[in-house]
């Protein structure tokens, strides 16, 4: 079977890059995309640019794969750390998990909260946009 993208370093290094500058161009407001309505959203509950960067380059590498109702499997990239080659976040009673063993009770506590969990975040909250504008959406099945 063919090795995903995201086993690929350079890939990785590009797509952390390109998501450092959406980021950028998000929070300055120079960018008025859907993903940055979402960005922006996420910024305000955990303010940490790096946290947003790579859950945007993970969201954008195809890393997240919803499994079922608030289960998704986040694929592990070496790249950026990960050990395993898969992670499992669930969402329940308003709290998020990761097999990481990191977790969020709201984000109102200054919990650690890992970058797979901000890959879901920015996945479902972009799957909610499309779903109001179709238009918005791609060929994904
Ligand atoms: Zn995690």
């Avoid at 993970?58 to 919803?66: C, E, G």
């Avoid at 079922?68 to 329940?92: C, E, M, N």
């Avoid at 909260?113 to 996945?123: E, F, P, R, S």
Wanted: with cysteine; hydrophobic share 35%.
């Amino acid at each position: 079977m063919r090795r995903p993208e995201y086993y690929n370093e350079k890939v990785v290094r590009l797509a952390l890059i390109m998501a450092r500058e959406k980021v950028k161009q998000c929070l300055e407001g120079r960018d008025v995309s859907s993903i940055c309505s979402v960005v922006r959203e996420l910024y305000d509950s955990v303010p940490r640019v790096s946290w947003l960067e790579r859950g945007l380059a993970r969201y954008a590498l195809r890393t997240v794969h919803q499994v079922s109702q608030g289960v998704w499997r986040v694929d592990g990239i070496p790249a950026l750390g990960d050990k395993h080659a898969s992670y499992f976040v669930t969402f329940r009673d308003g709290r998020y998990e990761c097999t990481c063993f990191s977790h969020t009770y709201g984000y109102s506590r200054r919990a650690r909260i890992c970058t797979h969990i901000a890959a879901v975040m920015l996945a479902r909250r972009q799957v909610k946009i499309t779903e109001y504008r179709p238009e918005g959406g791609g060929s994904e099945g």
